[in-house]
DNA sequence: GTGAAAGCGCTAACAG
DNA sequence: CTGTTAGCGCTTTCAC
């Protein structure tokens, strides 16, 4: 059984193959016989002939594939996985749309190794849960010219494209936690990034002790406990899910990060975002993919506004 | 600024391609002198490599690329998303640590396109949520002697290696429903395979009255009130908790499907599996990968015990 | 309208 | 111990 290939379609038709290229690439600056198209349109068909992307990739000088670089442990969270479930759909299925193949790769949070991005030739990246220090130390080594897009992580650099949501508009605005500050206890997400917490916390008008940042299900409780009285706000509806085994839910405000609201109990109240951040990033990350003017002008940091 | 190639590297070092390639790939069966293995080194090192996968995949026909294919709408439930979520993270990280890239694909249930596994040359593929009809009419197109694995779906095909949770031990023995068939009703996961669904249904003790599986909030909330007075058994975390807002929770019996049980309420009694799927489908794939015999022996479907 | 030829970056005989 | 050579499968310029 021979290998279906470029070469042995061209055979078979009796042509060359880069009029067999032409014909199955529909280039438009070449003129083909109207008949010999078909032949050879027919003999592929028959064939079951299908492009290797390798060699194509080796060409043209670009893989088709975005890498999404998800700084994680081994052994991540459930609420973690929980905020990433939907975010990977939903890049997946845009990128599809679009014709391009997604790599999923964790990345040591210490020690990211970035080759994949080289390696593969990747046309596009989406860093999520950069963590900052590491982030610039590491930008250097980015390949020029690929886009990348950062999830989730508040880069202190105006190179990249970052998109996270409205914290400010969620809390601030969507909640009384203005206005009574003193009725209120919040639980963060334990995001990677130290200065998107340091940005959520700034704009809290809360002592610290009433903030708690996750880190596991006992000091969660723990923290919970010194809280009676009080209502919480609560980031991650897998956390908030955690939390309601040790509070009531009535006293639960939710801003609903996973894209998984219906998780929760009915009793609490649900803060949800306009628009998901996989659907945003890859619009935008295709713009850029498109403009290959990699302008070297500051990027958008996009918010995505709560509903 | 010059890109950095083997060839690049061999003229700057004053050697040819070849010798850099047996240097950098250590090939054992060449010999090569200790001075000139380290001026290669040390040039590699400082024009910071990086060897182009797609120009290797060619010629050594193999991608170091595994496909998970995933059978799922654009806009999947979200409790699809998180019996998913778990596995897909088990499966990256297992893949990697034994130097393999993940590509995600999701397929369109009615009619799905496997070009990937040709166009990307995946040296091998995991199947989720395959549909017996389509997957029989489509297992013909994969290409010849790819290592297939199929996760939660029943085909009937000896010519695959499956995994798939050990339900029969689930329902029949952690449960009290063989000894107590009147007291329980029974929620299934909507998987896509019917074969598994119906193999499950088969196996419970239970009239079809009392059996629901998953279409949608609304109707599994009319199916629990005529299920008054009963308990519940329920797979999958997260159709248990919706299912605790019209139900409670202290009557259902949860099995965990999705690894993340800590989401349930403590009230409601949970069942876990001793092993996760990923890391299950992994091993066995790279068996597979490794025995490059490709026997036409009948394969194993796995089924993961309770605990 | 079509084809010859060069080359993308790498590997693997086979010589020397 | 090292280099020459011949591709892997595809695209693309340039000539016919």
Redesign the interface.
């Known amino acids: 059984?021979k290998k279906v290939t470029l070469k042995e379609i061209a055979l078979q038709t009796g042509v060359s193959a880069a009029t067999v290229s032409y014909v199955l690439n529909n280039v438009t600056n070449q003129t083909i016989a109207e008949d010999t198209r078909a032949r050879i349109l027919d003999t592929a068909k028959a064939l079951?002939y299908?492009?290797?992307?390798?060699?194509r990739?080796?060409v043209k000088q670009q893989?088709g594939?975005i890498g999404l670089l998800i700084n994680?442990p081994?052994h991540?969270s459930?609420w973690r996985?929980?905020r990433?479930?939907?975010l990977?759909?939903d890049i997946?299925?845009e990128l599809?749309k679009h014709g391009y193949?997604?790599?999923?790769?964790?990345l040591d949070a210490t020690s990211p190794k970035l080759?994949?991005i080289?390696?593969?030739?990747l046309d596009g990246v989406i860093v999520v849960d950069a963590i900052g220090d590491h982030f610039h130390h590491i930008s250097q080594?980015f390949p020029?010219g690929v886009p990348v897009l950062i999830v989730d992580s508040l880069i202190n650099d105006p190179l990249f494209y970052q998109v996270m949501f409205d914290y400010e508009e969620a809390f601030l605005r969507k909640t009384p936690l203005k206005e009574h500050p003193n009725d209120y206890y919040v639980v963060l997400d334990d995001y990677n990034n130290q200065e998107l917490l340091a940005h959520i916390s700034n704009l809290l008008p809360l002592p610290d002790e009433h903030i708690y940042i996750m880190s596991s299900?006992l000091e969660l409780q723990k923290f919970l406990t010194k809280q009676q009285g009080r209502k919480g706000i609560i980031v991650n509806e897998?956390i908030a899910?955690?939390a309601?085994?040790y509070t009531s839910s009535e006293l639960l405000t939710v801003i609903c990060t996973t894209?998984?609201s219906?998780?929760l109990?009915?009793q609490a109240q649900a803060i949800l975002f306009k628009e998901s951040k996989g659907t945003v990033a890859v619009t935008q990350l295709l713009q850029l993919l498109a403009n290959s003017v990699s302008d070297i002008n500051h990027k958008q940091t996009i918010k995505i506004e709560a509903e």
């Open positions: 059984l079951g299908v492009p290797n992307l390798a060699a990739s080796l893989s594939l994680q081994a991540a459930h996985l929980l990433h479930s939907d990977i759909h997946e299925i599809n193949h997604l790599i999923i790769h964790s080759d994949i080289a390696e593969r030739k080594h020029h299900e897998g899910l955690l309601a085994k894209g998984m219906e998780l109990p009915p």
